[in-house]
Nanobody, 118 residues
């Protein structure tokens, strides 16, 4: 059974930093792309950043220069370092594993709340 367990969310003031972690189990982690998505109330879920099995990285324009995605295949984990946080970053953040394009396997974590106060 595939499990993705996020941690690291919380409340932070604008300008602060948080680091999200996602631990995966149930699959050969190194074979899969990983990503972080977020969803704010009343909005669609959006891609924040992704990292392929080969290490290629992509960021949403809104987080470029502020967020960093990384993965540790030895620990079956993916991370999102978030710096210079803004109130607009307030969302539930979801860990994703699987195919980045339509089709293919897709797995989601339960989400972790990030709240940035102004």
């Amino acid at each position: 059974q595939v499990q993705l367990v996020e941690s690291g969310g919380g409340l932070v003031q604008a300008g602060g930093s948080l680091r999200l972690s996602c631990a995966a189990s149930g699959l050969v982690f190194s074979r899969y792309a990983m990503a972080w998505y977020r969803q704010a109330p009343g909005k669609q879920r959006e891609l924040v950043a992704d990292i392929t099995s080969g290490g290629r990285i992509n960021y949403a324009d809104s987080v470029k220069g502020r967020f960093t995605i990384s993965r540790d295949n030895a620990k079956n984990s993916v991370y999102l370092q978030m710096n210079s946080l803004e109130p607009e970053d307030t969302s539930v953040y979801y860990c994703f594993m699987g195919a980045l394009l339509p089709g293919g396997v897709k797995y989601w974590g339960q989400g972790t709340q990030v709240t940035v106060s102004s």
